[in-house]
């Protein structure tokens, strides 16, 4: 059973930083794209950045303007997601999720595979 568990969201101050991490299993790491997502109330759903080990392939959403890192442990089937010098418009629950693809071209339009998502509010 494919499943994925985000963790490392909480409360922070503008320009403050975050990690987040999603842990991966009951797959072939290798064989999947791992994405972030975020959607903040009113919002639509935003495809954040998206890796995959085997492609080597990265993204990032253009809005980041670089403030976001995305990078992944594969001996622990772990992404994560360095989030730095916060905005209070980063406030939102952030997604992880999983596709079954070569690569992550994409990625933003479908994902196969969840997590349940963890609340990020970055005060002023």
């Known amino acids: 059973e494919v499943q994925l568990v985000e963790s490392g969201g909480g409360l922070v101050q503008a320009g403050g930083s975050l990690r987040l991490s999603c842990a991966a299993s009951?797959?072939?790491?290798?064989?999947?794209?791992i994405g972030w997502f975020r959607q903040a109330p009113g919002k639509e759903r935003e495809g954040i950045s998206c890796?995959?080990?085997?492609?080597?392939?990265?993204y990032y959403a253009d809005s980041l303007k670089g403030r976001f890192t995305i990078s992944s442990d594969n001996a622990k089937s772990t992404v994560y997601l360095q989030m730095n010098r916060l905005k209070t418009e980063d406030t939102a629950v952030y997604y992880c999720?999983?596709?079954?693809?070569?690569?992550?071209?994409?990625?933003?339009?479908?994902?196969?595979?969840w997590g349940k998502g963890t609340l990020v509010t970055v005060s002023s």
């Open positions: 999720a999983a596709d079954r693809r070569s690569n992550c071209h994409g990625y933003q339009y479908g994902m196969d595979y």
């Open positions: 009951g797959f072939v790491f290798d064989d999947y794209a």
């Open positions: 890796i995959h080990s085997r492609d080597g392939g990265i």
